[in-house]
Structure formats: structure tokens, C-alpha cells
């Protein structure tokens, strides 16, 4: 069964400290792996990685992702109160018969920047 | 552009009663893919649906659960026979194609079974 772990499952920062979120997952057939954000509702998306190396980067948000050790890094610098919320992490994998993909999501990090 | 659109937002059943939950993707979306996350567990998938085709329905449970996606209108998830562990945070994403692209989901409906 495919699966995802983050961690850490919860972490509480003051603004402006550096935070590293980590996702480390074991599945059959990647594709891809990609960030979400979830406040109240809805996750919205941040980042798809598909290349081992190849940093993404939006504003204060930067993603990684390493093959090799099958794990990727979501880095959050000078974080602000509007960064809290869950930040969830799914691998993207081909399903039976080759023509299926499905997301396999982790549990969450749960993220709090205190004033 | 809309947005993908769910409804209803909350909805309230006995148990025993059937849950009907409807989900829009957006414009040009063809693919359509259920979600259910329960209190402290991340996002489960259940089925992946394209237009009147069920493509995946590895995660859905074997009983009571059902999905449709017609030619015309929403994508429905049902649940029949509703029990006090259904009660969940169901969200739908859509996608314009199934490879490589990014699913865009719903607010969700929050179901609970009393």
C-alpha cells in the first residue's frame, strides 16, 4: 500500500523564524509529488515536483524533492500569521493498468506562527 | 472561472438515512476525483471518475458507497444507509487531464450522522 509520512505533525514558530516541513513516502509508480495548503476548507496547491534536485520557488515558499532518498522539503522563510494552516503533502501515482493516477495524501503538518 | 463547486456545504443525517453529495468541476474538467478526510487522518482518496466512466474505486468502501459522473451535470457521491463513523469532511477535485496536472479541489461537504 502506498504510503505518506510528514512530519512533524505539528510545529509552533514566532513570524519571521525559518520553517522546514518534511514529507518522506513510499509508493509504487510515482509521478509526482505535490504541496497543499489547507486553512479552513479547501486544500489549494503550492507546488508539483516531478524532478529529483530542481528547487520550486514562490515568494517566501521554496519545495525540493530527492528520488533517491524519496522524501521532499517544504521551506517557509520569514513566516507570517497568514502562513498557519495544515500543510498537506500527496504522491501522485499510476494506478492498475497504467492509465490511473491517484493521490495518496499524508497527514498534515499542522502550522502555527504566533505574532 | 469558477472555482470547483460543492453542495451542500453541511448536511445533516440520521442514521439510516441516505447522503447525497454533489460536486462541479470546473470548466474544462473532465476528471473528477472524490476525497474523504476523517477527524485527525489526512485526505483518503475513494474514486476517480471521468464523464459516465468510473475509473478507480480502490478506496471506496465496497457497501453503501456509490459514484457517478453523467454526461450531463454533477459528479454525485452517494451513501446509503448512513452510520455515525461516515461522518467526514468530503471534498472533490477536478482536473483537466489525468497525467502530470494538478487537481483543483471544493470547499468540501462536511457530513455529519447523528
Known amino acids: 500500500e502506498d504510503k505518506v509520512v510528514q512530519s512533524p505533525l505539528s510545529l509552533v514558530v514566532h513570524e519571521g523564524d525559518t520553517v522546514t516541513l518534511n514529507c518522506s513516502y513510499e509508493v509504487t509508480n510515482f509521478r509526482s509529488l505535490l504541496w497543499y495548503k489547507q486553512e479552513k476548507k479547501a486544500p489549494t496547491f503550492l507546488f508539483m515536483l516531478?524532478?529529483?534536485?530542481i528547487e520550486k520557488k514562490s515568494g517566501r515558499l521554496s519545495s525540493i524533492l530527492d528520488k533517491k532518498e524519496l522524501f521532499s522539503i517544504l521551506n517557509i522563510t520569514a513566516t507570517q500569521t497568514g502562513d498557519s494552516a495544515i500543510y498537506l503533502c500527496a504522491v501522485e501515482a499510476e494506478g492498475s493498468g497504467g492509465s490511473n493516477y491517484k493521490l495518496t495524501f499524508g497527514k498534515g503538518t499542522l502550522l502555527t506562527v504566533n505574532p | 472561472n469558477a472555482g470547483v463547486m460543492q453542495n451542500p456545504r453541511h448536511l445533516v443525517r440520521r442514521r439510516g438515512q441516505e447522503a447525497r453529495l454533489r460536486c462541479s468541476p470546473m470548466k474544462g474538467h473532465s476528471h473528477v476525483y472524490w476525497y474523504r478526510q476523517l477527524p485527525e487522518e489526512g485526505l483518503k482518496f475513494m474514486v476517480y471518475?471521468?464523464?459516465?466512466?468510473?475509473?478507480?474505486e480502490s478506496g471506496m468502501p465496497k457497501e453503501r458507497f456509490s459514484a457517478e459522473f453523467p454526461k450531463e451535470g454533477p459528479s454525485i457521491l452517494r451513501i446509503q444507509q448512513v452510520v455515525r463513523g461516515d461522518s467526514a469532511a468530503y471534498f472533490c477535485?477536478?482536473?483537466?487531464?489525468?497525467?502530470?496536472?494538478?487537481?483543483?479541489f471544493g470547499p468540501g461537504t462536511r457530513l455529519t450522522v447523528t
Open positions: 516531478t524532478s529529483s534536485g
Open positions: 471518475l471521468q464523464k459516465e466512466n468510473i475509473i478507480d
Open positions: 477535485a477536478s482536473s483537466r487531464a489525468h497525467r502530470g496536472l494538478e487537481q483543483y
